[in-house]
């Protein structure tokens, strides 16, 4: 394997980190500077507009130094009041589950197996069984490569009376449809390095004017991912704590690359790029006598990640290592899948050209043992 510095770009498939344009790389080699003077405001006010194209919202886009997991904690700490339903169908949304008892609340669990996908229907159900007055859904959960119907998921807890919607689109957000204005979504967070396709460490949020009234309620909501003081701050192009000055030297550089491609075209090509995939794993299977499926069901897969069943032989550490050998990353299955499926990230800067190259390793390897 090579040096992962020396690696050309467009050899990493993992779900995230995904690869980083060089100069999105480079744009992060400036001086620092200070966090309260113009330039940064002047830095803040111009990715403001962007990321709020990318979230499609008119509401203000939170900044946090921290990874995704800090706004998943803030968006129970804010938003949630006693009780928590928590729809869990992977180790994410497991996580976001765990993060809700975390916080001394109340929190129950719609579990369903890891590959299956949660309905409308499912929720409405739990929702009758409790006053809960929040629940957390992972948009595209990573560990599975399944896409919760985050729209109607939302008709359903808003339809059930006063339950805010927190979700997490941390391998989704850019590169799957999401509309946080028009879906009625009331908390939506991602991190940088999945589908944004920027280094990690930065989380991004929307909170809509519901969960700031609930956050001025709570003397609990604590101090680092203050929604109130996120609020205030962004109001006036500031941070409420020390920025990461390089990666927002970054955010700048892509998001400028993100508008010149526009959402609509960056949309598809993830959707061009998953679907090459998913055909390749028919093709492997139906021409080819590799046994293998993507785990999702149709209808509810992710365009930027699909988690693969490995065929008799192999596990998905052996699969991953030898994908790994001939110069290209991709991950192995999560958690309880690690050993029966891998995972291809298709997204952020990637492109069907980029996921053939790695298909053609993959096949010489599956064919080759």
């Known amino acids: 394997m090579p040096d992962s510095g020396a690696r050309p770009f467009g050899r990493v ?12 790389l480079a744009a992060m080699n400036r001086p620092m500077i200070g966090h309260r003077v113009r330039e940064m405001e002047e830095l803040i006010a111009h990715v403001q507009p962007r990321l709020r194209a990318v979230f499609r919202t008119e509401r203000p886009v939170y900044i946090s130094a921290s990874s995704a997991t800090g706004l998943m904690e803030g968006a129970v700490r804010n938003g949630a009041r006693k009780r928590v339903l928590s729809l869990v169908n992977g180790a994410f949304s497991g996580r976001f589950f765990q993060i809700a008892k975390a916080t001394g609340l109340a929190a129950d669990a719609v579990e369903v197996a890891w590959g299956e996908p949660h309905t409308p229907d499912m929720l ?12 957390t859904v992972v948009h595209s959960e990573t560990s599975t490569g399944v896409l919760n119907p985050v729209r109607e998921l939302t008709e359903a807890a808003h339809a059930a009376g006063d339950v805010v919607v927190l979700v997490d689109t941390v391998s989704s957000m850019a590169g799957a449809e999401f509309r946080t204005d028009e879906w009625g979504v009331d908390f939506v967070l991602t991190g940088s390095q999945k589908s944004l396709a920027l ?6 949020g929307v909170a809509q004017q519901q969960i700031l009234e ?5 003397t609990d909501r604590g101090v680092y991912f203050d929604f109130l003081e996120f609020e205030k701050n962004i109001a006036g192009n500031q941070t409420p704590n020390t920025p990461a000055v390089s990666l927002l030297y970054a955010l700048r550089a892509q998001l400028d690359l993100i508008e010149q491609e526009g959402m609509e075209a960056r949309l598809a090509r993830h959707r061009a790029m998953a679907e090459r995939v998913w055909s390749w794993v028919d093709h492997m299977r139906e021409e080819r006598g590799v046994a293998m ?20 032989g192999w596990s998905g550490p052996k699969l991953y290592a030898a994908v790994r050998e001939r110069g290209f990353e991709i991950a192995t299955g999560y958690g309880q899948l690690r050993e029966q499926t891998f995972r291809i990230g298709h997204m952020g800067d990637h492109t069907v050209a980029t996921v053939e190259e790695l298909l053609d390793v993959l096949e010489v390897v599956l064919e080759n043992g």
Do not use: H, N, Q
């Open 124 to 135: 409405a159900e739990a929702l009758r069984k409790g006053p809960y007055d929040a629940v």
């Open 293 to 312: 499926r993507v785990l999702a069901p149709a209808g509810y897969r992710s365009p930027t990640v699909s988690c693969i069943t490995v065929p008799a």
């Open 214 to 218: 609930r956050a001025r309620a709570k």
């Open 199 to 204: 280094p990690p460490g930065l989380a991004f």
């Open 13 to 24: 498939f993992m779900p995230g980190p995904t690869d980083v344009r060089p100069e999105v």
